[in-house]
């Protein structure tokens, strides 16, 4: 069955980084085009990086994080990473890796990003 294991959140301070994991199974990864959301508490989700699949790996990027975030994946890992650089406040969220296999969504369960001082 498709999985997706987010990895990698924690604590930090603003100015700081963290690189975010996404490992996947059950599907042949390198296909599908992947997609990073984040939730802040008592805000609705949001999508905020995806990167193409096929061999293409075109991305987008929400305005929020352009310049400050990067997302790539690595096919023969089957792992799509989040690179976050310059955390600010309001990158507080929990972070999801998803995928759609039509007609179905996919989801990870989430790992936390707090920056704080």
């Known amino acids: 069955q498709v999985q997706l294991v987010e990895s990698g959140g924690g604590l930090v301070q603003p100015g700081g980084s963290l690189r975010l994991s996404c490992a996947a199974s059950?599907?042949?990864?390198?296909?599908?085009?992947m997609r990073w959301y984040r939730q802040a508490p008592g805000k609705e989700r949001e999508l905020v990086a995806d990167?193409?699949?096929?061999?293409?790996?075109?991305?987008n990027y929400a305005d929020s994080v352009k310049g400050r975030f990067t997302i790539s994946r690595d096919n023969a890992k089957n792992t799509v990473y989040l690179q976050l650089n310059n955390l600010k406040a309001e990158d507080t969220a929990v972070y999801y890796c998803?995928?759609?296999?039509?007609?179905?969504?996919?989801w990870g369960q989430g790992t936390q990003v707090t920056v704080s001082s």
């Open positions: 990167i193409g699949g096929g061999g293409g790996g075109r991305t």
């Open positions: 059950g599907f042949t990864f390198s296909r599908y085009p």
């Open positions: 998803t995928t759609t296999i039509w007609p179905t969504g996919y």
